[in-house]
């Protein structure tokens, strides 16, 4: 099994950056890709980002946030800078064996518990 913990989440103002964490641990030789989903009130969970070697960017955030990870810490990191307020939402911090997994939240193996993220106008 694979535990992913969030922290970091929380109230912003447009403009402003946060940095996200998720910390994984448990058996991780499964685990070939991370990556974060978002989803707002009402709406369905989007895949922000994703890692293997490089990261990859869904366009709603791309030259915003940026996807990072701590091999050594089993670390992934979502640095998000110009919030707006349409990044209001609860972000997960998910764990997959492949690119064909993690594409879609169906498939996802393993999920964080999510932490919100509020950005006001």
């Known amino acids: 099994q694979v535990q992913l913990v969030e922290s970091g989440g929380g109230l912003a103002q447009a403009g402003d950056s946060l940095r996200l964490s998720c910390a994984a641990s448990?058996?991780?030789?499964?685990?070939?890709?991370m990556g974060w989903y978002r989803q707002a009130p009402g709406k369905q969970r989007e895949l922000v980002a994703h890692i293997i070697d490089n990261g990859t960017l869904a366009d709603s955030v791309k030259g915003r946030f940026i996807i990072s990870k701590d091999n050594a810490k089993h670390t992934v990191y979502l640095q998000m800078n110009s919030l707006k307020p349409e990044d209001t939402a609860v972000y997960y911090c998910v764990a997959a064996s492949s690119l064909w997994s993690i594409i879609s939240s169906s498939r996802v193996e393993y999920w964080g518990k999510g932490t919100l993220v509020t950005v006001s106008s």
């Open positions: 448990g058996t991780l030789t499964s685990i070939n890709v």
